[in-house]
């Protein structure tokens, strides 16, 4: 009875240091989003992490999206969209029909308008592009989403995006809590 009592009690700093690490992991994830806006207990401020840090952490988003995303990008982005809706487009697909073709190649027409029209697209294509791509102010465009998101939101994405990150980061601190548990109940062992 006396070892059945002994050996419950060495049980207790495993179970009770896992708990107490996995509340305290959980409290700290918690922290990240909480509370909102700031709150005073015994004259300290707190407020978490992300809310606190959110007008720096946008401005640092924007920065390293801005210095990686440069206006070449948007350049071919906008070509391709450009050539994808003129292909798609009722003027392609009647030139492209097969009585327009025939009518053309019959009286020898459609090599020199084919190539053209072409001619007539890719500059067009060019200027268009060029225009959209000079005029499009996209560190400003970024700065406006970033505006209208509200903390909710990117609280409800990084939780979506780390859901496992952060279950693990838990169950770290009820493992790490067990197993400091377990070496006082050790030490305890050896030492009466």
Do not use: C, W
């Amino acid at each position: 009875m006396v070892i059945l009592d002994r050996f419950f009690i060495l049980l207790i700093p495993p179970f009770l240091g896992a708990f107490i690490g996995y509340l305290t992991n959980v409290v700290a994830i918690r922290l990240l989003f909480h509370p909102k806006k700031p709150v005073k207990i015994l004259g300290i401020k707190f407020q978490g992490l992300i809310p606190a840090k959110s007008d720096e952490l946008a401005r640092r988003f924007i920065d390293i999206v801005s210095d990686y995303v440069e206006k070449e990008d948007f350049r071919e982005l906008i070509h391709e969209a450009i050539d994808k809706t003129f292909r798609e487009s009722r003027f392609a697909k009647v030139l492209g029909s097969q009585p327009v073709i025939a009518i053309l190649e019959k009286y020898g027409f459609r090599e020199k308008i084919a190539d053209q029209i072409s001619e007539i697209v890719s500059r067009a294509q060019a200027r268009l592009t060029s225009s959209i791509v000079d005029n499009m102010d996209f560190r400003k465009f970024l700065e406006k989403k970033i505006a209208e998101f509200s903390e909710e939101e990117a609280e409800l994405i990084f939780k979506k995006f780390a859901k496992n990150e952060m279950r693990f980061i838990e169950m770290s601190g009820a493992f790490l809590g067990f197993i400091i548990g377990l070496v006082q109940s050790i030490i305890f062992m050896v030492a009466y």
